[in-house]
């Protein structure tokens, strides 16, 4: 079931399993495990396409909004993932290390979540 979850929907459920006391009963942290086991994964998927191994050059991380986030980039300006990328690269080397890959998602999560309490 969860491997069919796209990434979004993924962290809807992190947010619910941190946030929920019903679900965060200790029968669903594997569930959790396979989540955030996933997110690597993810991240892994991406980064070892180009060179490095261990950051996501902007091509990849274009890459990986564009099949991750499908509706994410819908009317925004070409330039949109450089600035994202440049806004979240707290090293500024130009690339995406796995650090600031968790740093986007919680962030991500997070206004999800406020986005859900203004509902």
């Not at 796209?6 to 006391?21: A, G, T």
């Not at 679900?23 to 594997?30: D, E, F, I, V």
């Not at 509706?71 to 500024?92: H, M, N, T, W, Y």
């Amino acid at each position: 079931m969860v491997a069919c979850l796209d990434i979004k929907l993924r962290l809807v459920v992190i947010f619910c399993l941190f946030c929920s006391p019903v679900l965060s009963k200790k029968n669903t942290m594997p569930l959790l495990e396979k989540i955030l086991t996933d997110f690597s994964k993810i991240y892994s998927k991406y980064a070892k396409l180009e060179g490095k191994e261990d950051a996501m050059s902007v091509t990849e991380f274009t890459l990986f909004l564009k099949e991750s986030f499908t509706k994410f980039l819908e009317g925004k300006k070409p330039d949109a993932v450089e600035r994202l990328l440049a806004s979240i690269d707290d090293d500024q080397d130009g690339e995406l290390s796995f650090k600031e890959y968790v740093n986007f998602l919680m962030q991500y999560l997070a206004a999800l979540g406020n986005n859900q309490k203004r509902m």
